[in-house]
């Protein structure tokens, strides 16, 4: 039974300057019950496709075309009718959870809110039917969550209460915009699980918004796959991903990393087991057991100040040439560890020696000459480049601190140099950052990181702004770079199948400890770490039928807080794995083979798991 | 809490200190005293009551006594109203004052509130650019130029409104100098109410309202108009002092008895004690109603209050 059918859907905002299509005729259909994914990259026009059904596109946009719903064509429906659909028998749930809460009205304040509009209940009967809610989208301790501010909440929370918000009025069509991108890939699973959970409770239809196949692939039952307005390919799961036809179809499954099969790696893996070979040379980097904690209010008390411990005591070396990834939860303290050794953030504790010279004893006015050996590239390429100066600029302005000898020509003759090898081209020279695209903005980072030829470079997730296809482009040149320059990097990731195929090693940090590093291939085939399997499982398998079939470990709940980590082993709360001893006494990062892991239970789960069976 | 509050008390002596010293010093150095008038008076009697004034002693002296008496809550006596002690004054002032200022801020609020949220949800729309084009025009022009054109169109011309004096404390006396006296403050928070309301009706959450089908009425009043109206809140406190300012000019022009005429006749006749005590009052009442919006600030803003 069709629920939805939308023919000839047109979407078009007026800019300043110019008329921009951004959805250019899209049929498709949902029907009842069903799991409908849309996918594309940015820019694809599928989140302007369903905002346009609800008539919530921006103010410069329109729509045209037909949706038809239950009879009616929402499209011509006038404000006071389509509001008596929107939440009630169409809602939908936003892509980031930070910003599409109110922050000034309580949980409670904005559930009773939408459903008693569209319902005529008292106080009392609305406030318990929004509890009811929030526990079946299994919040714990849903009637204290009720009465919080959604700040008081963490990403993945703020969703699910968005996701109860949505489920009050028992809708037929529930339409989730990215609803998983701002999260961790533990929460991403726990979504999912509770997407799927909803669909089979309520029979609500899903329409389920991405740019990630490996979610489609476990979750969606037909996909719509766009690309720069238009609909490309339609169909069965399945066929899309093992019969796909169209070109651009094939290419973005092409794009995708996966995890959990052997791919082409960006790098040469010789130096692995040189890589392991510490003892022999001396690093490049050395860190030891360094040390962030920040002071922050206390929100029980004006007076008292807290302590964060964002990098508690961390310990690892790099070798010339070689890459470390850095894995873990967003808040696991992976950038602030980045911005340490770079000594970006003041230092509580430890000690960062850089080519034999130890950073964390220089004074600031020491420390600059040295800074050229190191450098850093952002997460956001366009918010880490100043909007007010020009590609050029930005570019040579390391050379104008650390190179005062040489001359305006030279300069622009090492400017045009790196632009070309990071493959920009000339013309970009007298052009602003917003000018370019986010690959292009990032390829500009990469150029003002590499133009001092530094020895380390830091990559504080370089890739998770940008498309899948355009990623893989980014890391390419980054492991070329390293091959050309000798360069090491430090190669910081939340996604696990991002630094697999460019790292030689990989660490995994987890509340501001490393609590497991091992060789990258030797890491995914058998993690030793309860939390690295865990990780890695939590990775959605492009692939439906291997997604499908394979058993998943979930992680339950949040990140514990870094002010108040827990007793002992800081993962036992999580690990399905803990015993006694796990809550008492700290585990040490010890060595088995070529692994070092910080877990009491390592050796047992090592030799009694089958190496590969886990996921 | 206690704490804070007590952190923020304690900040306002030095703000208070340094107020004081200001007005103690520069009002002796104008040129003149308060025994300077057209009637020569002898050398002794004039040294006599300078004795008696304790003006004779150094002025850091000076200074040390006037501190030691407000602690003791003495404003000391008026120089020129010699029957009268400044707190008496202050006393009598303050009420007209207060009813001039309060209704001000009130009307202004109101209005700047409203004529702002219509400027921005009829964005770069006619109304819009009325509102904004009235509202540059209140901000531009003096309250000096604007009060005498507002009574000779409303009173000259029109003979609605009389055009000056308390009349009793009559309600139409009020109206041509509070309207004066708010226009100002009118423009600016329309203008602040329409810039922040259109920046919360592009938000996201705002678009999670209209999802979950709330009309715009409802949207408005329950998700937009709280944080729309912060930097308005946080406002009120810059537009407390430029209405007690305005005050001074508006009751000149007016004729109305409050405290800003005292003030200025205070400080045309060197009455030291009374420009003081003025001074010292308006700056108490500015440095508390600042607290008072911090706290409403913080009672708005629940990112605030829990730190």
Redesign the interface.
């Known amino acids: 039974m069709k629920l939805l059918e939308v023919s000839g859907l047109k979407v078009r905002f007026w800019t300043s300057d110019c008329e921009v299509q951004a959805v250019k005729g899209l049929n498709f259909h949902l029907d009842a019950g069903e799991i409908l994914g849309i996918v594309g990259e940015s820019g694809s026009g599928k989140s302007q496709s369903v905002l346009s059904i609800?008539g919530?596109l921006?103010d410069n946009g329109t729509a045209s075309g037909t949706v038809n719903f239950c009879g009616q064509n929402l499209l011509a429906l006038p404000e006071?009718e389509l509001?008596?659909?929107?939440?009630?028998r169409i809602?939908?749930v936003?892509q980031?959870p930070m910003?599409?809460?109110?922050?000034?009205?309580t949980i409670a304040?904005?559930m009773t809110?939408?459903l008693r509009?569209?319902k005529k209940l008292s106080k009392e009967a609305a406030q318990e039917h929004c509890v009811e809610m929030l526990e079946a989208v299994k919040i714990p301790d849903a009637r204290k969550c009720f009465d919080r501010?959604p700040?008081?909440l963490s990403g993945g929370m703020r969703q699910r209460v968005?996701i109860a918000?949505c489920l009050l009025l028992s809708p037929d069509i529930l339409i989730a915009d990215e609803p998983t991108t701002a999260l961790d890939v533990t929460v991403q699973a726990q979504i999912i699980r509770l997407m799927q959970d909803i669909n089979e409770r309520f029979g609500t239809a899903i329409i389920f918004i991405t740019h990630d196949l490996g979610v489609v692939a476990g979750l969606c039952e037909r996909v719509l796959v766009m690309h720069e307005g238009d609909l490309m390919e339609e169909g069965a799961t399945r066929k899309i991903f093992y019969q796909p036809k169209n070109a651009y179809t094939k290419a973005l499954l092409e794009a995708v990393s996966r995890p959990h099969q052997q791919v082409t790696p960006f790098i040469q893996r010789d130096g692995e087991t040189t890589g392991q070979g510490q003892d022999e040379t001396s690093p490049l980097l050395d860190v030891h057991n360094l040390r962030v904690h920040f002071s922050v209010?206390?929100?029980e008390r004006?007076?008292s100040k807290l302590l964060l411990k964002a990098v508690d005591g961390v310990d690892l070396s790099l070798q010339s040439g070689e890459t470390l990834g850095v894995v873990g939860e967003s808040g696991c303290g992976k950038s602030t560890l980045a911005r340490a050794i770079l000594r970006l953030v003041p230092i509580t504790s430890g000690r960062v020696c850089l080519l034999g010279k130890t950073l964390t004893d220089l004074a600031e006015p020491k420390l600059r000459p040295l800074r050229k050996e190191m450098t850093i590239i952002f997460q956001d390429p366009l918010a880490s480049l100043n909007p007010r100066m020009t590609v050029g600029n930005i570019v040579s302005e390391p050379l104008w601190t650390h190179r005062p000898d040489l001359s305006r020509q030279a300069v622009k003759r090492e400017v045009m140099e790196v632009l070309q090898r990071v493959g920009l081209g000339n013309e970009g020279l007298n052009r602003y950052p917003h000018e370019f695209s986010g690959g292009q903005c990032q390829r500009v980072g990469i150029a003002r990181a590499l133009i001092l030829k530094p020895r380390l470079i830091i990559c504080d997730e370089p890739v998770s702004a940008l498309d899948v296809p355009i990623q893989n482009q980014i890391m390419r040149l980054l492991a070329d770079l390293q091959r050309e320059f000798g360069l090491s990097l430090i190669f910081i990731a939340h996604d696990l199948a991002v630094v697999r195929n460019i790292s030689h090693r990989i660490a995994v940090m987890y509340l501001g400890q490393i609590v497991e590093v091992a060789p990258a291939l030797g890491l995914y085939e058998r993690p030793l770490h309860p939390y690295t399997s865990a990780l890695i499982s939590a990775v959605p398998v492009p692939d439906p039928d291997t997604e499908r079939k394979r058993k998943k470990q979930l992680l339950s709940g949040d990140l514990p807080s870094p002010i108040n980590p827990p007793s002992g082993c800081r993962f036992q709360t999580r690990c399905r794995y803990a015993e006694q001893r796990c809550r008492t006494e700290v585990p040490e990062l010890r060595r088995i083979s070529q692994t070092l892991v910080a877990c009491h239970k390592a050796e047992e789960l090592s030799t009694g798991r089958p190496t590969r069976g886990t996921h | 809490?206690l704490?804070?509050f007590v952190r923020r008390i304690l900040g306002i002596i030095p703000t208070l200190f340094v107020l004081m010293a200001l007005a103690f010093f520069l009002i002796r150095l104008a040129p003149g005293g308060p025994f300077d008038s057209e009637k020569v008076l002898l050398p002794e009697i004039e040294a006599n009551l300078r004795a008696a004034y304790h003006l004779d002693e150094p002025l850091y002296q000076q200074f040390a006594r006037y501190l030691g008496n407000l602690l003791q809550g003495d404003f000391g006596p008026s120089f020129q109203y010699r029957d009268l002690t400044v707190t008496e004054l202050i006393m009598t002032g303050f009420p007209i004052s207060l009813r001039l200022g309060a209704g001000a801020m009130v009307f202004a609020v109101i209005f700047g509130v409203l004529a702002g949220s219509v400027a921005a949800l009829w964005q770069n729309s006619r109304t819009d650019y009325f509102v904004m084009v009235i509202s540059m025009t209140g901000i531009s022009v003096p309250s000096f130029v604007m009060a005498p054109l507002l009574v000779l169109v409303f009173a000259v011309y029109l003979g609605w409104l009389p055009a000056g004096g308390l009349g009793g404390g009559s309600l139409r006396n009020m109206v041509l100098p509070v309207v004066a006296l708010a226009l100002p403050q009118i423009a600016y928070i329309a203008r602040l109410t329409r810039g922040s309301l259109i920046e919360i009706l592009?938000?996201?959450?705002i678009?999670?309202?209209?999802?979950?089908?709330?009309?715009m009425g409802?949207i408005l009043l329950?998700?937009a108009l709280?944080?729309a109206l912060l930097p308005v809140v946080s406002y009120l406190g810059p537009a407390t002092a430029a209405i007690i300012t305005g005050s001074v000019v508006i009751e000149q022009i007016f004729g109305i008895p409050g405290l800003g005429r005292f003030f200025v006749q205070g400080a045309l006749n060197r009455d030291y004690t009374l420009v003081m005590g003025i001074v010292v009052f308006y700056g108490v009442l500015i440095v508390v109603f600042n607290f008072l919006v911090d706290l409403a600030y913080a009672w708005?803003?629940?990112?605030v209050r829990?730190?």
Not at chain 1, 83 to 88: A, F, Q
Not at chain 1, 99 to 105: F, I, K, M
């Open positions: 609800l919530l921006a006071a509001r008596k659909i929107r939440g009630k809602s939908m936003f980031d910003t599409s809460l109110n922050p000034y009205l304040g904005q809110q939408a509009q569209h501010y700040h008081e968005m918000s209010k206390n929100p004006w007076s | 809490m704490n804070y592009r938000s996201n959450f678009r999670t309202a209209k999802a979950q089908g709330l009309p409802k329950v998700h709280k944080p708005l803003d629940p990112k829990y730190g």
